[in-house]
């Protein structure tokens, strides 16, 4: 990140939010009052209280993401998914992952209950994410080096934030981001980090990180194995052979007693 939100004046008891030097004027005009569609501003996400822009406004390219306090009563004393992003962000950034900038914050609360919470983040030009390369995917088929590129990219980055004893929690191909014709042009970014936190186990957690992308992905057998044996051979702490962490992947259980089978890859 070229600038760094400081997280001044946040308060768990009334509103607040805070930007980066000179983003304070296009702040002001974003949160001044509802958004609508115009050259400068497109909306292009919606789900479950949560709604994202592309905005641009005193010479800032930006992706907007504001979201519903659902369960306030959970946020009355904890950080909001937003501030817990750009926390997780900025851990990111000194491990040297590739994340956007992060341009402003904040939380609308009154007496402790949290009602909405933003954050602002520097739109990532034609990037697409991981989503292109699942099944039904325009990217799925025909674009095999492409798919195994952007999977050892972001294999290398659990591999660094395992090693440094972190948990993504949510790595799904759709928090992947890249762009680039071919492997060799490929930029990749990770975004939506606010699951992220310290392992407890870090064997639980490189497990339940790599079936959830791997799940998602659901590779052929032959790809997943080669791809299982290049995350053992990038990560530095060895707490799996690719046999062994091959296995407890087809053995998941979310819980200890689940009987839920996942299908892991395509035969």
């Not at 115009?38 to 709604?51: C, V």
């Not at 491990?95 to 939380?107: E, F, K, N, S, T």
């Not at 292109?132 to 798919?147: A, S, T, V």
């Not at 492997?183 to 939506?192: A, N, Q, R």
Request: proline residues 3%; charged residues 30%; glycine residues 6%.
């Amino acid at each position: 990140m070229s600038d760094t939100v400081k997280l001044s004046g946040m308060s768990f008891f009334k509103s607040w939010s805070c930007c980066v030097p000179g983003f304070e004027n296009a702040l002001a005009r974003l949160r001044g009052g509802k958004l609508m569609e115009d050259a400068a501003h497109k909306h292009i996400y919606e789900a479950s209280g949560k709604y994202v822009w592309r905005c641009q406004d005193d010479g800032f390219d930006f992706a907007y993401k504001t979201q519903d306090g659902k369960k306030p009563w959970r946020y009355m004393f904890r950080a909001s998914l937003p501030v817990r992003e750009v926390k997780h962000y900025a851990i990111l950034a000194a491990l040297g992952i590739p994340i956007p900038d992060v341009y402003a914050v904040g939380d609308t609360r009154k007496f402790f209950i949290l009602k909405e919470s933003f954050l602002v983040t520097g739109f990532l030009e034609n990037t697409v994410d991981g989503r292109i390369f699942m099944r039904g995917g325009e990217f799925r088929d025909g674009r095999e080096e492409l798919k195994r590129e952007f999977c050892c990219r972001h294999l290398t980055l659990l591999a660094k934030l395992h090693d440094a004893g972190y948990y993504h929690k949510a790595s799904h191909p759709r928090n992947f981001l890249f762009r680039g014709e071919t492997p060799e042009e490929m930029e990749v970014f990770w975004i939506d980090v606010a699951r992220l936190r310290r392992a407890r186990d870090i064997r639980r957690a490189v497990v339940v990180d790599l079936h959830t992308f791997f799940r998602d992905m659901c590779l052929k057998k032959a790809d997943l194995l080669r791809l299982l044996e290049f995350y053992c051979s990038n990560v530095e702490n060895k707490i799996f052979s690719r046999d062994e962490i091959f296995d407890q992947l087809v053995n998941f259980k979310r819980r200890m007693f689940s009987k839920k089978k996942y299908r892991l890859f395509e035969e």
